[in-house]
Nanobody
């Protein structure tokens, strides 16, 4: 079992930056790939970024490529999402998610992730 807790959300002006953190507990954190997703009001939850166990491979949605960076610290059992050049359309609840234990691949579908955090709100004012 893996528990995920996000933090770092808040209100920021367009063009600003935020860094989200996702602290994981559970023995299998280091064995699986992780992802960030977001959900805006009235919209489906969508993929933002993913990273494999050793962090050597990452994947990004086209809408955030070049602006967001996903990283992880397996010693601290934490995944990060550095968000730069934020836009109003980035406003959403951001969720951290984990693939099943020992699944170390990059996936974009919500259904591919079995553990989820409670989410953290990011609001970008224009």
């Amino acid at each position: 079992q893996v528990q995920l807790v996000e933090s770092g959300g808040g209100l920021v002006q367009a063009g600003g930056s935020l860094t989200l953190s996702c602290a994981a507990s559970g023995r299998t954190f280091g064995s699986s790939s992780m992802g960030w997703f977001r959900q805006a009001p009235g919209k489906e939850r969508e993929f933002v970024a993913a990273i494999v166990y050793y962090g050597r491979s990452t994947d990004y949605a086209d809408s955030v490529k070049g602006r967001f960076t996903i990283s992880r610290d397996n010693v601290k059992s934490t995944v990060y999402l550095q968000m730069n050049s934020l836009k109003s359309e980035d406003t959403a609840v951001y969720y951290c998610a984990a693939r099943p234990p020992y699944y170390n691949d990059l996936k974009r579908a919500v259904a591919e992730y079995v553990y989820w955090g409670q989410g953290t709100q990011v609001t970008v004012s224009s």
